[in-house]
Every structure is written in structure tokens, then in C-alpha cells.
């Protein structure tokens, strides 16, 4: 059984639905990267405030904050956990792998959400978001595939990937997620 989790997909596959499942089925601590931060900024922390003044000015909080922000709550946490929306690219997964070597908790499985373009974009489409059209989700879908391509062959290397099909209903995605992380490498 997996305790140390990280979800990689694109945007609409259903990764936050689906670490929100397998967390709570789990009893796994869910780190998803933008809760975090609004977690901070409310909590009034000075990891919060930072976060707050650089969302202020509309900037993108920086990789050093995040990973203080993951080393805040995985620091005195003993169960397992979930990573969802963290790392996006290569540089931050070797910072957080060097947090989690320091910390002693090696990711165990990256689960990978798949599906296909066509499915992707009906569901974005779907949402009814104001800056959602089809030019600006395909581009979101390829800015994705560039940043993510060499994090997936990373975690495919070290023999960490375990690829889950993201069609159906949420409860039959959630069976074969369940299920995939429940077996050995």
C-alpha cells in the first residue's frame, strides 16, 4: 500500500477529484499546492503573508515558497500524503526530491491520469468558465505536454509511474486509481 503519493495530468483529467477521493479513502494528508497556499495566507502564517504579498501583486509565488510551504506540513506529519499540483516541471521536482530525501519520505507511486484530447476539451468546455474556449484550452493542453513531458520520463525512469485511464464516471476512475496504487512496484 502506497503512503506517499503524487498526482501528475493534465488540466481536466480529474486530479483534484481523484486525490480528494483517494485521501480521504486513504486517510492520506492532501497537499494540493493552491489549498496550501490559501491555507497560509488564512491561517496568517508568514509563510501566508509572503504567499499573500506576492499573489497581491499578481505574481506567481516562487518554487523556494511552495516547497518552505510543503516543508511546513510534511515536517511533523507521520502518515502518508498526497502531492496534487506540485512539481509542474523538472526543477521543482528535484527541489522537492531533495526535501523529501531531507525529510525521509520518498514519493512511493506517481499516479498518472490519462485522457484523450477530445474528451479533455468537452470537459473543460463544460465547465462554463469565462476564459475557457477551445483555442485557449488546447494551449493550455500543449503548455502542459512541454512541461510535464520531462517529469513523467523522469518518474518513468525511476519506476515510479503508474498510468490510470481518467474516462468513465468519477467512482469508476477512483476504483481503478484505488486499486493501481494498492499493488507493488
Given amino acids: 500500500m502506497s503512503d506517499r503519493l503524487l498526482?501528475?495530468?493534465?488540466?481536466?483529467?480529474?486530479?483534484?477529484?481523484?486525490a480528494q477521493l483517494l485521501a480521504a479513502e486513504r486517510n492520506l494528508l492532501h497537499l494540493s499546492t493552491g489549498?496550501?497556499?490559501r491555507a497560509?495566507?488564512?491561517?496568517?502564517?508568514?509563510l501566508g503573508a509572503e504567499a499573500q504579498a506576492v499573489m497581491t501583486r499578481g505574481e506567481l509565488?516562487?518554487?523556494?515558497?511552495?516547497?518552505?510551504?510543503?516543508?511546513?506540513?510534511l515536517l511533523n506529519h507521520d502518515g502518508g500524503w498526497l502531492l496534487d499540483?506540485?512539481?509542474?516541471?523538472?526543477?521543482?521536482?528535484?527541489?522537492?526530491?531533495?526535501?523529501?530525501?531531507?525529510?525521509?519520505q520518498p514519493i512511493e507511486h506517481v499516479v498518472l491520469l490519462h485522457l484523450d484530447d477530445g474528451i479533455l476539451l468537452q470537459r473543460l468546455l463544460?465547465?462554463?468558465?469565462?476564459?475557457?474556449?477551445?483555442?485557449?484550452?488546447?494551449?493550455r493542453l500543449e503548455v502542459y505536454r512541454e512541461q510535464t513531458a520531462p517529469l513523467i520520463a523522469l518518474y518513468r525512469q525511476l519506476g515510479l509511474i503508474r498510468e490510470v485511464?481518467?474516462?468513465?464516471?468519477?467512482?469508476?476512475?477512483?476504483?481503478?486509481v484505488s486499486q493501481l496504487v494498492g499493488q507493488p512496484l
Fill in 85 to 104: 499540483g506540485f512539481p509542474r516541471n523538472l526543477a521543482q521536482a528535484k527541489a522537492l526530491s531533495q526535501l523529501l530525501e531531507e525529510l525521509q
Fill in 40 to 46: 497560509e495566507v488564512q491561517a496568517g502564517t508568514e
Fill in 126 to 139: 463544460s465547465r462554463g468558465r469565462d476564459d475557457d474556449n477551445e483555442e485557449v484550452i488546447r494551449n
Fill in 61 to 73: 509565488v516562487s518554487d523556494a515558497l511552495v516547497l518552505a510551504i510543503v516543508r511546513a506540513r
Fill in 165 to 176: 485511464e481518467a474516462e468513465g464516471a468519477v467512482e469508476v476512475v477512483a476504483g481503478r
Fill in 35 to 37: 489549498e496550501l497556499l
Fill in 7 to 18: 498526482f501528475l495530468g493534465p488540466p481536466g483529467a480529474g486530479k483534484g477529484t481523484q
